[in-house]
């Protein structure tokens, strides 16, 4: 079954942990992003990767950290550092060439 | 900048009714444009896309067509069924691919 998967669904964290999300997809999609999701608030990128051990920051990576090193993979931290963590995380994924983002679940991280 | 602006919501309509959700546009370039469809708790899901002015883009129902001359990309349909609850974001995409740009969203409510 082909697709994006994001996990956990839901994560609960106490404010000052670091947490790390998941984001893996058996789609052979070159690139992946991060983004987070606010209440009212269109979608913001977090940080992307074209390529393996490759990745950019986005517009609002301040407080996040990623690694790329499987083509399947991208996880993202959302560290101590990060002001207001609580928020919709969604992972994307983009083929190689192409112009269509495609989105996994989401997860709903809930710091409290 | 690029940039989205989209309708406020929430829209409530009938089922049956015609909707027409305002998408315009601020790029550099000749962006591709897309809709997304995001249904409660899930991630985002493509609608429709279109690459060059005057194209349209069409699925289930929904129709929006790239409007160059006025910076444009409104999502369309004839007849809403209830099951077209969920929010709806317009974005844009140029040249490299690198970085979709989003509306805020608009929540669209449709009752029996």
């Known amino acids: 079954d082909g697709g994006i998967t994001q996990s956990p669904k839901y994560l609960f964290r106490k404010e000052g942990q670091n947490v790390t999300l998941s984001c893996e997809q058996n789609?052979?999609?070159?690139?992946m992003y991060w983004y987070r999701q606010d209440p009212g608030q269109g979608l913001r990128l977090i940080y992307y990767?074209?390529?393996?051990?490759?990745?950019q920051k986005g517009d609002i990576a301040e407080g996040y950290s990623v690694s790329r090193e499987k083509k399947e993979s991208f996880p993202l931290t959302v560290t101590s550092a990060q002001k207001n963590p609580t928020a919709f995380y969604l992972c994307?994924?983009?083929?190689?060439?192409?112009?269509?983002?495609?989105f996994g679940p989401g997860t709903r991280l809930t710091v409290l | 900048g690029d940039s989205v602006t989209q309708m406020e919501g929430p829209v409530t309509l009938s089922e049956e009714a015609f909707l027409t959700i305002n998408c315009t546009y601020t790029?550099?370039?000749?962006?591709?444009l897309f809709w997304y469809v995001q249904y409660p708790g899930e991630g985002l899901q493509l609608l429709l896309k279109?690459?060059?002015?005057?194209d349209k883009g069409s699925n289930k129902g929904f129709e929006a067509t790239y409007r160059k001359e006025t910076t444009s990309f409104h999502l369309e349909k004839g007849s809403v069924q209830v099951s077209d609850s969920a929010v709806y974001f317009c974005?844009?995409?140029?040249?490299?691919?690198?970085?979709?740009?989003f509306g805020t969203g608009t929540q669209l409510k449709v009752e029996l």
């Open positions: 994307a994924t983009l083929k190689g060439g192409a112009d269509t983002q495609y």
């Open positions: 974005a844009l995409i140029t040249g490299g691919g690198n970085k979709l740009t």
């Open positions: 790029a550099t370039g000749y962006p591709s």
């Open positions: 279109a690459t060059k002015a005057d």
């Open positions: 789609l052979n999609h070159d690139a």
């Open positions: 990767s074209h390529i393996v051990n490759d990745f």
